[in-house]
């Protein structure tokens, strides 16, 4: 009930993320890969054969797990994915019987996962959190199980696949790499179960007499520490250091302007930056210079982030990737002019040149 509880929470925060936060842009294919560990629940049996009938709990040693994806991210802050996982725990012992006994076995899985995720800007361009939900299928396979009496000659063991809907709740944190456009660490928790259960068959045996049975595991119930990378493929390169030339600075030009500690293009930037692609599909323009500003404490992260930004926008709004040079202008040429004639630079500024 409580992981239950658990996933529905998760939901309901993915449903309230998009009005308390601003979106990472990210946009376009990306690919995604992690391995870890698996840290399963004690699980509930119900060995049904001749001589034996009874529910007990067994417990799970930690195990590993894997998973590998492929998904789309659509630039403002939601993105969606297919993803493969494996993995594999041991049972590692036995409570809830009448009678001393041992329990052994190994459950392999896999699955095929489809999966919705969020991920939120909260001011920081060096870690971004995400929420997620997920359905699909998993297949498990038991190896080996056994529940031996110790008292007595009588064993019941059970082994096969099976396999049902399973739901998942995610929740991670991504880490850009400096200096490498698209790539990130990640590192998330997943919390997934097998609705309904799992069915398997098997037999006891007391003495040389062997009897059909079933082995009913009641819940499935995992948790998934993962760490991982992440390679968004349509992310533009990072701000240069190199001005652009004097025939830029005469040319048309949009400025966006950003909230402190803030990099997402909003509604209002947003209208400016379709406008500036619009100017530039009419006229024809094949090169497109944006340029961070900020003064020399300015955070070179910050300004890169927030050009990248605008040119994410851009090529949805309809501009050809290479069409688009990003520069870090800095204190090179004043965008704002004081009452006394003394210049000084557009902080929190991108600017959007039409050579």
Same mark, same amino acid.
């Given at each position: 009930?409580?992981?239950?509880?658990?996933?529905?929470?998760?939901?309901?925060?993915?449903?309230?993320?998009?009005?308390?936060?601003h979106a990472q842009p990210i946009q376009g294919f990306y690919a995604d890969a992690g391995a870890g560990m698996s840290l399963p629940f004690a699980t509930k049996v119900t060995p049904v054969a001749s001589g034996f009938r009874g529910t007990f709990d067994f417990g799970?040693?930690?195990?590993?797990?894997?998973?590998?994806?492929?998904?789309?991210?659509?630039?403002?802050?939601?993105?969606?994915?297919?993803?493969?996982?494996?993995?594999?725990?041991?049972?590692?012992?036995?409570?809830?019987?009448?009678? +001393?006994? !041992?329990? %052994?076995?190994?459950? #392999?899985?896999?699955?095929?996962? &489809?999966? /919705?995720?969020?991920?939120?800007? $909260?001011?920081?361009?060096?870690?971004?959190?995400?929420?997620?939900?997920?359905?699909?299928?998993?297949?498990?396979?038991?190896?080996?199980?056994?529940?031996?009496?110790?008292?007595?000659?009588?064993?019941?063991?059970?082994?096969?696949?099976?396999?049902?809907?399973?739901?998942?709740?995610?929740?991670?944190?991504?880490?850009?790499?400096?200096?490498?456009?698209?790539?990130?660490?990640?590192?998330?928790?997943?919390?997934?179960?097998?609705?309904?259960?799992?069915?398997?068959?098997?037999?006891?045996?007391?003495?040389?007499?062997?009897?059909?049975?079933?082995?009913?595991?009641?819940?499935?119930?995992?948790?998934?520490?993962?760490?991982?990378?992440?390679?968004?493929?349509?992310?533009?390169?990072?701000?240069?250091?190199? +001005?652009? !030339?004097? %025939?830029?600075?005469? #040319?048309?030009?949009?400025?966006? &302007?950003? /909230?402190?500690?803030?990099?997402? $293009?909003?509604?209002?930037?947003?209208?400016?930056?379709?406008?500036?692609?619009?100017?530039?599909?009419?006229?024809?323009?094949?090169?497109?210079?944006?340029?961070?500003?900020?003064?020399?404490?300015?955070?070179?992260?910050?300004?890169?982030?927030?050009?990248?930004?605008?040119?994410?926008?851009?090529?949805?709004?309809?501009?050809?990737?290479?069409?688009?040079?990003?520069?870090?202008?800095?204190?090179?040429?004043?965008?704002?002019?004081?009452?006394?004639?003394?210049?000084?630079?557009?902080?929190?500024?991108?600017?959007?040149?039409?050579?």
């Amino acid at each position: 009930m409580r992981v239950g509880l658990t996933i529905l929470a998760l939901a309901l925060a993915i449903g309230a993320v998009p009005r308390i936060a601003h979106a990472q842009p990210i946009q376009g294919f990306y690919a995604d890969a992690g391995a870890g560990m698996s840290l399963p629940f004690a699980t509930k049996v119900t060995p049904v054969a001749s001589g034996f009938r009874g529910t007990f709990d067994f417990g799970q040693s930690p195990g590993y797990a894997a998973r590998i994806s492929a998904g789309y991210a659509l630039g403002n802050g939601w993105r969606f994915e297919l993803e493969g996982t494996i993995g594999r725990t041991s049972v590692n012992g036995i409570a809830g019987t009448s009678f +001393p006994a !041992a329990s %052994s076995g190994t459950l #392999a899985r896999r699955g095929l996962m &489809a999966n /919705a995720l969020f991920d939120l800007d $909260v001011g920081s361009p060096y870690v971004f959190p995400y929420l997620g939900l997920g359905a699909g299928y998993q297949s498990t396979r038991l190896s080996g199980f056994t529940v031996t009496r110790r008292d007595a000659a009588f064993a019941f063991s059970a082994s096969g696949e099976s396999g049902g809907l399973t739901m998942q709740g995610i929740a991670g944190l991504a880490f850009p790499v400096p200096n490498m456009p698209g790539l990130s660490i990640t590192a998330d928790y997943r919390l997934m179960n097998t609705l309904g259960g799992l069915k398997f068959g098997g037999a006891s045996s007391t003495g040389a007499v062997v009897s059909p049975g079933t082995a009913k595991f009641h819940n499935q119930f995992a948790q998934e520490l993962t760490i991982g990378v992440r390679f968004a493929f349509n992310t533009p390169p990072p701000a240069g250091l190199t +001005p652009p !030339a004097a %025939s830029a600075l005469q #040319a048309p030009s949009y400025v966006v &302007a950003f /909230a402190p500690s803030h990099f997402a $293009v909003d509604a209002r930037a947003s209208t400016i930056v379709r406008e500036a692609a619009r100017s530039s599909v009419k006229a024809g323009k094949t090169r497109i210079q944006i340029g961070a500003y900020g003064t020399q404490q300015t955070d070179r992260a910050m300004a890169a982030r927030r050009a990248n930004a605008v040119a994410a926008a851009l090529i949805k709004d309809g501009v050809a990737r290479e069409a688009i040079v990003i520069t870090a202008l800095g204190d090179t040429r004043p965008l704002v002019q004081t009452a006394l004639g003394a210049s000084r630079t557009g902080t929190g500024t991108v600017e959007i040149v039409l050579p």
